[in-house]
């Protein structure tokens, strides 16, 4: 499968605007950090926090938007395998397709016994930190039960990973 990259040109910076003017089916997460405040990937709500975003990520199975701030410059790329070039002058190709693999990063596993049942939550006591992806899971025998993250890892010409592309939460049993 041929991975895309297209960065984008345009006034118009907000990211959920430009998020829902792609018009994809299904329904999207988000994560993002500033300085001051860090968001895990979560239901993609109806208005996003007023920050200053260092990274801005908007993503469901079809595409993923990404804003990126480097030094004096924001940057919005968009990541997709679909054939959605962005519609208008105001989005460019960057380079060439990227061949893709689909592959899982682990976010959390079991809870411990002590959570008393199902949970959506975890607190890290190293990193204080409540992580909530919305996903229940419940204590197994083995610790089996993650919450993972589903990626494309995006390989340019030379096989090197360029980019890696958010697709979705699930949860997966080993």
Request: glycine share 8%; net charge negative; proline share 6%.
């Amino acid at each position: 499968m041929q991975g895309k990259v297209y960065r984008y040109h345009g006034a118009a910076t907000d990211p959920l605007a430009l998020w829902q003017s792609l018009n994809l089916q299904g329904s999207a997460k988000w994560f993002g950090w500033s300085e001051t405040q860090m968001y895990l990937p979560y239901d993609l709500p109806t208005a996003l926090p007023q920050e200053p975003w260092e990274r801005l990520t908007i993503f469901n199975e079809h595409a993923e938007l990404r804003l990126l701030h480097t030094g004096d410059e924001t940057v919005i790329l968009l990541l997709t395998e679909q054939e959605l070039p962005p519609q208008g002058s105001e989005w460019s190709q960057c380079g060439d397709s990227y061949e893709t693999e689909s592959a899982c990063h682990i976010l959390l596993g079991d809870p411990p016994e002590s959570a008393g049942g199902a949970t959506t939550q975890l607190a890290d006591v190293a990193f204080p930190r409540m992580f909530d992806y919305g996903i229940a899971l419940m204590p197994s025998k083995g610790r089996r039960h993650k919450v993972i993250l589903k990626v494309y890892y995006y390989y340019d010409s030379a096989h090197r990973l360029r980019y890696i592309r958010y697709a979705g939460l699930d949860q997966h049993t080993w």
